[in-house]
T-cell receptor, first 114, second 115 residues
Framework: KQEVTQIPAALSVPEGENLVLNCSFT??????LQWFRQDPGKGLTSLLL?????REQTSGRLNASLDKSSGRSTLYIAASQPGDSATYLC?????????????FGTGTQLKVEL | NAGVMQNPRHLVRRRGQEARLRCSPM?????VYWYRQLPEEGLKFMVY????????ESGMPKERFSAEFPKEGPSILRIQQVVRGDSAAYFC?????????????FGPGTRLTVT
């Protein structure tokens, strides 16, 4: 059974810092990995999708890497801003079985302070 | 292109009543997933549907919960005889047809409160 863990559970940084969020998963038989952000009381916004054959994806100040063999992904946020404050979730999709049902981590709650 | 739409956004039901949650996928998307987020817990997969078919319902509670995605109209998650433990945020996501490689796009969720 796939289990996804995110460390740290919460993080507070001053504005402008570069930071790294970590995600680990127990079963390396994944098809893809997706990073989301969730604002309080809101839905999920997809940030980056990495296919299992890829090593990283970049979008603006965000860079996500994937090391499937070790069961790890990192989300790097450059020059953090107060608007980045949210909960960040990673989720993995299975290699086998129908569909792409995602298994989620419990998230890292990020606060970027002025 | 409107995003994934869910309604209602907030739903209050008394114990024993029925709850119906609706999800309209993005235009052109034929795959729908439902997830549940219990208080202080992560999102958990419930069910995966394509038009007129339930593909995977391995995450659905065995009783009182059902889902459908008819040929016309939104996908519906139905909870009969709700109990307090059903209070949660229910999210639906959609993705395009044709493969596993596509991102899932999430709706804003329906927050169900059972009193």
């Amino acid at each position: 059974k796939q289990e996804v863990t995110q460390i740290p559970a919460a993080l507070s940084v001053p504005e402008g810092e570069n930071l790294v969020l970590n995600c680990s998963f127990t079963d390396s038989a994944i098809y893809n990995l997706q990073w989301f952000r969730q604002d309080p009381g809101k839905g999920l916004t997809s940030l980056l999708l990495i296919q299992s054959s890829q090593r990283e994806q970049t979008s603006g100040r965000l860079n996500a890497s994937l090391d499937k063999s070790s069961g790890r992904s990192t989300l790097y946020i450059a020059a953090s801003q107060p608007g980045d404050s949210a909960t960040y979730l990673c989720a993995v999709g299975p290699l086998t079985g129908g569909g792409n049902k995602l298994t989620f981590g419990t998230g890292t709650q990020l606060k970027v302070e002025l | 292109n409107a995003g994934v739409m869910q309604n209602p956004r907030h739903l209050v039901r008394r114990r024993g009543q029925e709850a119906r949650l609706r999800c309209s996928p993005m235009k052109g998307h034929s795959h729908v997933y439902w997830y549940r987020q219990l208080p202080e817990e992560g999102l958990k997969f419930m069910v995966y549907l394509q038009k007129e078919n339930i593909i995977d319902e391995s995450g659905m509670p065995k009783e009182r919960f059902s889902a459908e995605f008819p040929k016309e109209g939104p996908s519906i998650l139905r909870i009969q005889q709700v109990v307090r433990g059903d209070s949660a945020a229910y999210f639906c996501a959609s993705s395009p047809p044709g493969g596993l490689s596509y991102e899932q796009y999430f709706g804003p969720g329906t927050r169900l409160t059972v009193t």
